[in-house]
């Protein structure tokens, strides 16, 4: 969507959130997130360690799995009581997007109109791989930031058994990442292993919050991956002891060339956490993803183990572990 006549709302800030002419700054925000990812790109905090210890991440863990559990999650983040997910955002929304000033109540009523704006009623053109990324690129999308906050704040905990396959020092590719929920989950319970990360996506609007939120963590390399780079999206030989690839496969533009490159990438034993729902090959979710849903689920079952979880070729596959034979 680097389109024309965009300008910077906010020319006092070099790392700021280009905008598209109309539009406002609460809720008919029209930013140009290709241009966007382009100024927010460089930018870094002070690199440290996230100094957590084991004890206090397993406590951590425990505690908000429990909320979690018990339903009282939703109440404390909706209320606001818990709203450390919210100044996160609102650091985010103000400094880079250069929006209003919000209330926690703001969030979820702008989360719901940018929702309705979000709605799509028709196919899309998958043509390309230019037009695969402008089709993520539509500022309606903003809207895909605010569902993965939310889902963020409301189930902190997520794959819990996943990370007890999880080695000190271990690298992981979270591929697809959006807001990478995965490598947030890390980062609030499991930052003493001390693993390397690789967030990768292309250049759409929740990954944009993400290079912000992360960017003085250490340990984390960022990887945009542009329309020309899709046949070789890591650019570079390279292995990784686990790779996480969820709610991303119904949305390739050709998940067995994706599903074989990232294995080929796997060390041997090594962990792959996917999932792979039904869908009617609409919207955002491509056709020919679709169409290759059972070859791709078979191509996994006889090179992994599934070790969490349960493959079912003719249904919903939700996240599930497995492990390179």
């Given amino acids: 969507m680097c389109g024309k006549h965009v300008h910077n ?13 109309g539009g406002n700054l609460f809720d008919d925000m029209r930013i140009d997130i290709a241009a966007s990812h382009l100024a927010l790109d460089g930018l870094e905090g ?27 999650q939703e109440v404390l983040v909706s209320t606001g009581v818990r709203r450390a997910w919210f100044d996160e955002f609102h650091d985010y929304w103000q400094t880079i997007l250069a929006g209003r000033p919000l209330k926690v109540m703001d969030f979820f009523l702008l989360a719901h109109d940018y929702r309705k704006r979000q709605q799509h009623t028709r196919s899309l053109d998958w043509s390309s791989a230019q037009q695969h990324v402008q089709n993520w690129q539509a500022p309606s999308e903003l809207y895909s930031t605010f569902a993965f906050v939310r889902n963020d704040a409301l189930r902190p905990v997520i794959a819990p058994r996943f990370w007890n396959k999880l080695k000190a020092g271990d690298t992981v590719l979270e591929y697809g990442c959006s807001l990478a929920p995965f490598y947030s989950c890390y980062r ?9 990360w690789t967030l990768a996506d292309i250049a759409n609007f929740p990954f944009h919050y993400a290079k912000y939120r992360y960017r003085a963590d250490a340990g984390v390399e960022f ?11 890591l650019g570079s030989q390279r292995s990784y002891d686990a790779i996480v690839l969820t709610t991303v496969m119904e949305h390739l533009d050709d998940p067995m060339h994706v599903i074989a490159y990232l294995t ?3 060390r041997p034993g090594g962990y792959l956490v996917f999932d792979y729902v039904i869908s009617e090959g609409k919207g955002l979710d491509t056709p020919l993803a679709l169409a290759m849903r059972s070859e791709c689920l078979k191509w996994v079952l006889a090179r992994f183990d599934i070790v969490e979880g ?10 599930v572990v497995a492990r390179l034979r």
């Fill in 264 to 266: 080929e990438r796997l």
């Fill in 9 to 21: 709302m906010t020319q006092d800030t070099p790392h700021a959130a280009i905008h598209l002419p």
């Fill in 46 to 72: 002070v690199r440290q360690p996230k100094r957590l210890s084991g004890l206090i991440g397993k406590l951590r863990y425990l505690v908000n799995g429990a909320l979690q559990k018990s339903g009282l």
């Fill in 188 to 196: 609030k319970f499991y930052a003493h292993l001390g693993c390397k």
């Fill in 310 to 319: 349960r493959v079912d070729v003719e249904s919903d596959v939700p996240v």
């Fill in 223 to 233: 990887r945009t991956i542009a329309a020309e780079d899709f046949r070789d999206p």
